[in-house]
């Protein structure tokens, strides 16, 4: 069936970075955009911006732009979401979520999130 | 950019009662709205796109409404696995921003 997997939890220490990873099943990486939504601790859902799978051109939220890295390997049709320079309000659950419609779009498959907690 | 409301925050009704979850853009946006249901502890869940087009799989008293600035979600009957958190979104325009949700209780 159609599903986004995502890589397992991470701890890490503040000043580290991490790579989440989001590989697609059962279809096909490039023919959708892939979207990468933040939620941290009790908190709602934050969009942070998506990748143009047949380009591998991203687009960073506002809030997002510096650290955040958005990349494509379609050989193992899998994406990936680096984080550098790690920090405690990173401290969150990442998605990964299909885009439906022209470009972004809305989200109709969802990775099951990996989390990341940056903690001394 | 575009601020999308919801309202209200929270609410708590019976089982079988009809709830309704209003979501308001600060600028029209045709029907580029999305509805998802967050389930606590669980991953989002495409409800509603196109503002009224129903996601395959998705029990029909679930529905949606709207055009412009605002847009509404309604659950005819609440049933218990319906305890969630609920999430509008507009996606036409960046950055497609999601709204600050509506949590359903039962009571």
């Known amino acids: 069936q159609v599903q986004l997997v995502q890589s397992g939890s991470e701890l890490k220490k503040p000043g580290a970075s991490v790579k989440v990873s989001c590989k697609a099943s059962?279809?096909?990486?490039?023919?959708?955009?892939l979207n990468w939504v933040r939620q941290a601790p009790g908190q709602g859902l934050e969009w942070m911006g998506w990748?143009?799978?047949?380009?591998?051109?991203?687009t960073y939220a506002q809030d997002f732009t510096g650290r955040f890295v958005f990349s494509l390997d379609t050989s193992v049709s899998t994406a990936y979401l680096q984080i550098s320079s790690l920090k405690a309000e990173d401290t969150a659950i990442y998605y990964c979520a299909r885009g439906r419609g022209y470009s972004y779009g809305y989200s109709d498959v969802w990775g099951k999130g990996t989390t990341v907690t940056v903690s001394s | 950019d575009i601020q999308m409301t919801q309202s209200p925050s929270s609410l708590s009704a019976s089982v079988g009662d009809r709830v309704t979850i209003t979501c308001r853009a600060s600028q029209g946006i045709s029907n580029y709205l999305a509805w998802y249901q967050q389930q606590p502890g669980k991953v989002p869940k495409l409800l509603i796109y196109a503002a009224s087009s129903l996601q395959s799989g998705v029990p029909s008293r679930f529905s949606g409404s709207g055009s412009g600035t605002d847009f509404t979600l309604t659950i005819s009957s609440l049933q218990p696995e319906d305890v969630a958190t609920y999430y509008c979104?507009?996606?036409?325009?960046?950055?497609?921003?999601f709204g600050q949700g509506t949590k359903v209780e039962i009571k």
């Open positions: 990748i143009n799978t047949n380009t591998g051109n991203p």
């Open positions: 059962g279809y096909t990486l490039t023919s959708y955009t």
């Open positions: 979104q507009k996606y036409n325009s960046a950055p497609p921003a």
